[in-house]
């Protein structure tokens, strides 16, 4: 196929559903502190570092802690999601994922990973997908947190695409809103009433058709 288009993943709730870890996990700490918090509330956690993730559920219990427990809090979770990841196979990557990774790599159309987590390669690597990728730009490699669009410009840069010509897969608000800052097209994963910023959004992958992609690469 020939197309000057580039496409880039987001990971956590795009290619595998580990958003209901990461609430297992952060909904575990904030219990042990003596508070709790919605679903609801925990969509807005989503695509957010976890520095970010941390200060807003502490506003939500009302707590403040020392820089020194803040860290020891944050290992701790990041220790607990972990114990989530280490059961993770392949059999995890979302239904619909593999088709249109498949697709790209049969049509030569380069593709790359953002996303904010600093854990990301060992899950694609419990996958098996960390050698599909073309490029790989994770938590480790950004300053500035999603809605910022750091980590899907570097992503672009490494696949030699012009911003314009990505399209990007996102189940955030905030990584869509990244998207949208770096100019990119943006794809929501999930629904349209939190996603509404999205220029398409699908409900799940399953949804997204080859013939979509193909449209959107060839346009
Ligand atoms: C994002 C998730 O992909 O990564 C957030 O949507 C998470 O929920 C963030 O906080 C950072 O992840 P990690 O694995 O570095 O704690
Ligand atoms: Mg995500």
């Keep these: 196929m020939k197309t000057n288009k580039g496409v880039i993943f987001d990971l956590d709730g795009v290619i595998v559903d580990t958003a209901k870890f990461h609430f297992l996990a952060w909904r575990k700490l904030a219990n042990d502190l003596g508070f709790d918090f919605t679903e609801e509330q925990n969509e807005q956690l989503k695509g ?3 520095v970010n993730s ?4 502490l506003d939500w219990g009302a707590m403040e802690l020392s820089d020194e427990e803040f860290k020891r809090q944050m290992a701790l979770k990041n220790e607990n999601y972990l114990s989530y990841v280490e059961e993770m196979d392949e059999q995890e990557i ?3 994922v593999q088709k249109v990774i498949d697709y790209l790599i049969k049509n030569r159309v380069p593709f790359a990973l ?3 987590s600093k854990n990301a390669r060992t899950i694609l690597e419990k996958i098996n997908l960390l050698e599909k990728f073309d490029a790989i730009v994770d938590g480790t490699d950004v300053s500035k947190a999603k809605p910022d669009p750091e980590v899907f410009l570097i992503a672009a840069e490494k696949l030699k695409i012009k911003p314009e010509n990505s399209i990007v897969f996102e189940d955030s608000v905030a990584g869509v809103q ?3 800052n770096a100019k990119m097209i943006s794809v929501g994963i999930g629904e349209k009433k939190i996603l509404g910023e999205a220029d398409y959004v699908f409900p799940g992958f399953t949804e997204v058709e080859l013939d979509f ?3 959107l690469l060839t346009k």
Excluded: E, F, H
């Design 54 to 57: 941390l200060k807003k559920i």
């Design 213 to 215: 992609i193909k449209k």
């Design 94 to 96: 979302l239904p619909g």
């Design 48 to 50: 957010v570092s976890r």
């Design 114 to 116: 953002g996303s904010a």
């Design 178 to 180: 990244a998207a949208n």
